[in-house]
């Protein structure tokens, strides 16, 4: 088994991703040869795969490009007149730095390509791929048209390169291997970019409906940053989060076509082995100091007072729990968990707003889940999820309390209405 995490906060396009397994593969030569074989066992024709290492701001990335026979469309089953003609049309010539969606005057529709891929003889897990991400497109762009999904027909999409990338990426990562592909936040990007429907805002629709629950960002950067093909594959066949704990194996880096001053326009893909049972997965993650002290000559209004003041001192963690003492006394014992070298503070704190003569220290091993917060929409507003994963495996999920309660309070309903609609709204990769 192989795992996967794709880096693509500098942007992410079908041909970037392509080209960084291409180069994580140490044989990129020889699969580009294999991806010809199965672009013409689809039917493709008219065009010539081309590997070139380009060095994008200080990084050594492989551009992987399409070229069509005299710069022009190859040849294409003309698409059905009565469907509607969707999808972008980006083309060399637009401010942004993936430039793989080309639009030329010939489209396919979702049900004709569909057909390309099922009738050929690519690997079931390579047609299960390829169709999920076309899919996911073809569902994007008829909301966002306001059409049935099966009359939803391509522009860009439905050009050869733009096949080639979309069915290359899902070959490439059979070819590999790999059954996990977990994915970093990606840039929205922003500006305008020209399109087969006129002009566009970045991120245009498709694109920002495929990425619906997926972790996104804004840092200033202008133009198209993730393309609709990009954004497909991710939503099909990948899963947002941190690096998983592996033992990486290998590194590839895929070149966007641009190279723009102050930022390298490149994705960046590590595979890597799952780790034993004995390694460092299930080792405690970090070191803490636990602090405690018992109490029996405290009144109870005075301990929330207690806990926010060791919050304040650094804590991670402070609560209180009944305890029987000496002599058949009730008391509280106080803990506060934090990092060693917030351990001082912590302990000052304890010591001074509450009765105790003293406290006890010791150094503990804490192992927690990698954590992150999903928005979700629901019908009362939006909501943080925070899931907590291991290994880029969800294992628990819980909405954001003031997030929840807020909203309630909004609307007049039950807390638990509102929680509950959080947690359905949350994307099925995200759920335990």
Known sequence: MTLAWLDARAGLAGDMLCAALLDASGDAEGLVAELNGVMLGLGLSGFTLRLSR???????????????????????????????????????????????????????????IRGMILGSALPEAVKDRAVAAFGALAEAEARVHGVPVERVSFHEVGAVDSIIDMVGACYLLWRLGVESLTVSPLPLGGGTVQTAHGVLTVPVPATIELLRGFPVFQDGRRGELVTPTGAALVRALGKAGPMPSMRPTATGYGAGTRNPEGWNNVTRLILGEPLRADESADVPADEVEVISAQVDD???????????????????????????????????????????????????????????????????????????????QTPFGEVRVKVGARGGTPYQAKPEHDDC????????????????????????????
């Open 405 to 432: 309660a807020r909203l309630a309070e909004a609307a007049g309903v039950p807390l638990a209405r509102v929680i509950e609609a959080a947690l359905r709204a949350l994307p099925n990769e995200e759920r335990p």
């Open 298 to 376: 405290m009144p109870g209004e005075a301990l929330p007072g207690l806990l926010q003041a060791l919050l304040q001192a650094g804590a991670a963690d402070a609560f209180a729990a009944p305890v029987l003492m000496k002599k058949g006394r009730l008391g509280q014992l106080i803990t506060a968990i934090c990092a060693p070298e917030r351990a001082g503070a912590v302990g000052d704190a304890l010591l001074r707003h509450s009765t105790s003569f003293g406290l006890r220290r010791h150094r503990a091993q804490r192992e927690v889940l990698d954590r992150r917060h999903v928005p979700v």
């Open 54 to 112: 380009v060095r994008r701001g200080v990084i050594s990335g492989l551009h992987f490009d399409v070229v069509l026979a005299n710069d022009g469309p190859a040849p294409m089953p003309a698409a059905d007149a009565r469907h509607h003609d969707h999808g972008h049309d980006h083309g060399h010539d637009h401010d942004h730095g993936h430039d793989h969606e080309h639009g030329h005057d010939h489209g396919r529709d979702w049900a004709t």
